[in-house]
């Protein structure tokens, strides 16, 4: 599995094998029991953690590792984040000392977004302009998500709306979103 974190506007994969997240299941079950009895964040002393303020106080652990360049202990708290919320899309690590304005964002679908791009359409100018309005319904404008430029994509198969990247460079967005119209645009086509 991967998990994607931002530490000062920087983005990283972090890829977790499976086998790591069943084989730490009774360590993670630990580390729970451990939160159970609260957990200190930042200045507050929280008697009951939820979800959030656990993946939360784990992400500092998290971010500590990277920081530190210590994989293990870096892989292991990877891991229980995906062990407890395999859901999430990108986590984005405080790095000024309060652990509670870590953001964490989930996929809509609960499923990763695979985002394959067909080759380039040789002529997408020469097309029908209707085609490309119509792809262009399929595909959001790019937008600031946080620390990072996204666009979305319309599922066609769910209906819902989908992220499809997210990168710190918007230029890079717009030209990826470019892409995913001329995608879109040969995917109606057909």
């Keep these: 599995m991967e998990l994607k974190v931002?530490?000062?506007?920087?983005?990283?994969?972090?890829?977790?094998?499976?086998?790591?997240?069943?084989?730490?299941?009774?360590f993670?079950?630990?580390?729970?029991?451990?939160m159970d009895a609260g957990i200190q964040m930042s200045r507050s002393w929280i008697e009951n953690p939820d979800k959030l303020q656990r993946i939360q106080a784990v992400a500092n652990k998290l971010l500590t590792a990277i920081e530190t360049e210590?994989?293990?202990?870096?892989?292991m708290m990877a891991a229980y984040i995906l062990s407890r919320a395999p859901d999430i899309d990108v986590i984005d690590l405080d790095t000024s000392g309060d652990m509670?304005?870590?953001e964490i964002r989930y996929r809509?679908?609960?499923?990763?977004?695979?985002?394959?791009?067909?080759?380039m359409l040789d002529d997408p100018f020469g097309m029908d302009p209707a085609l490309r309005e119509a792809a262009e319904k399929q595909v959001s404008k790019v937008?600031?998500?946080?620390?990072?430029?996204?666009f979305s994509l319309l599922n066609n198969q769910t209906g819902e709306w989908e992220t499809a990247i997210q990168v710190k460079d918007q230029q890079q967005a717009e030209?990826?979103?470019e892409q995913a119209v001329l995608a879109k645009?040969?995917?109606?086509?057909h």
């Design 175 to 177: 030209e990826q979103r």
């Design 70 to 75: 210590n994989h293990n202990l870096g892989r």
């Design 28 to 34: 993670f079950d630990k580390m729970d029991a451990d």
């Design 108 to 119: 809509e679908s609960g499923s990763p977004v695979s985002f394959g791009m067909p080759p």
């Design 185 to 189: 645009m040969r995917e109606l086509a």
């Design 100 to 102: 509670t304005t870590t």
């Design 143 to 150: 937008f600031k998500q946080g620390r990072v430029y996204s």
């Design 6 to 26: 931002i530490i000062e506007e920087e983005l990283y994969t972090l890829n977790v094998p499976d086998q790591l997240i069943e084989d730490a299941a009774d």
